[in-house]
């Protein structure tokens, strides 16, 4: 165990917080002044570096390129009401971070490499955490395979980079949503609950000709029989039925959201009943019809909950409740706000202040 990092800081000359234009923040596409590297060689995590964000020069052979050994997560800092920074629920990222490299068969990182990382990235780039309301510091920590071998195996060597990206706030529209009845995200026995790079690439033809049908997203259904909804996109769904929230289980084709479990742990402590299990589509259509289902709803760290107005299955649309009405959702969102900006007491310990 290395409990202190050395990082080796070079500092960047210039600043480019100046000439960034907060009002104009495209999701992902302004990055801070600094990156955090590592690498992974001989069996063991070295290199510790604080470095101005830039071009990090490679092989064209590296294995992550050809055959995709590469996973990412994605948190954020925020702002505090009392002027500090604080990291939402990091130890959830870094516990599935290591999930994902397992089931990738990549390295898996020691937790104070993770951890020190964002460390040092948030306070060398302290200045760039948006203080505007609703806006956060989005933490991309990414691993991929250096080896430049064409040979099909483990890469014996990786590289870790930390980027962070200062973001507005996600005011989206509710969602019109296909029920997606052909292509598959994931299936039993596949990587659908690791955060890698190829189920991101496999999701883009599908939510491109949805898109092009007129929807905004699309839900997927299980594999196998294409009866059970999964998720939505990539974020994770739920539902209000007869004023419980239903939500899809956690299982081997789902990515295990941190903002699912969250929401799950703030409704029951609001006093409000959740059920996860397997949620046909059935379930759900006979519910909207008989006006049982209230609310339906994606949940993620970028949008934290996205109301989903409308539901295509096999043609036929379904218009669900007005989103201004659903007291539920809404109510736990400003929660779940409210705790992320120190604006109320964090009663479950899930900031970290840096
Ligand atoms: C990241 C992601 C989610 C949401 O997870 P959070 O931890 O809440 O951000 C859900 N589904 C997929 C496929 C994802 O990649």
Redesign the pocket.
């Known amino acids: 165990m290395i409990d202190t990092l050395t990082i080796k800081t070079t500092k960047a000359g210039h600043s480019r917080l100046a000439e960034t234009d907060y009002t104009d923040l495209p999701f992902g596409k302004v990055f801070t002044d600094h990156m955090f590297v590592a690498d992974y060689e001989d069996g063991e995590w070295k290199n510790f570096e604080i470095l101005p964000y830039g071009p990090i020069p490679m092989s064209p052979a590296i294995s992550a390129l050809h055959y995709g050994q590469a996973i990412f997560e ?2 954020k800092a925020y702002k505090q009401a009392d002027g500090g920074v604080s990291v939402f629920r990091a130890d ?2 870094f516990a ?1 971070f290591n999930k994902s490299a397992t089931r990738m068969a990549m390295a898996n990182i020691p937790e104070e490499v993770f951890m020190q990382g964002i460390a040092a990235l948030i306070d060398i780039d302290k200045a760039w955490v948006p203080a505007e309301e609703n806006y956060s510091l989005y933490l991309r920590p990414v691993m991929f395979a250096t080896d430049p071998v064409l040979g099909v195996r483990p890469s014996s060597t990786y590289k870790f980079v930390i980027l962070a990206n200062p973001s507005a706030p996600y005011y989206s529209k509710p969602l019109k949503v296909k029920i997606e009845t052909h292509y598959t ?1 994931s299936a039993e026995g596949g990587v ?1 609950a690791a ?1 890698t790079a190829g ?2 690439s496999r999701a883009m033809l599908p939510t491109v000709e949805a898109q092009a049908e007129g929807f905004d997203q699309l839900i997927w259904t299980d594999a196998k029989e294409h009866k059970y909804l999964e ?1 939505s ?4 769904l739920m539902f209000v039925i007869n004023g419980k929230i239903v939500t899809p289980e956690v299982r081997e084709t ?9 929401i799950i742990l703030l409704a029951k402590s609001m006093g409000t009943e959740v059920e996860e299990r397997r949620v046909s589509i059935q379930e759900v259509l006979d519910n909207i019809e008989n006006g049982s289902l209230t609310e339906a709803f994606a ?4 949008a934290t909950v996205t109301q989903i107005s409308e539901l295509t299955y096999e043609g036929k649309t379904y218009q669900l409740t007005d989103p201004a009405t659903r007291t539920v959702s809404t109510g736990i969102a400003k929660k779940l706000n409210d705790i992320r900006y120190g604006i109320t007491a964090d009663e479950f310990g899930w900031n970290w202040s840096i």
Do not use: M, S
């Open positions: 994605g948190l959830k990222n599935r995200r659908g955060k189920n991101y998720e996109g990539a974020a994770n789902i990515l295990d959201g941190v903002t699912r479990d969250t949940v993620g760290t970028a």
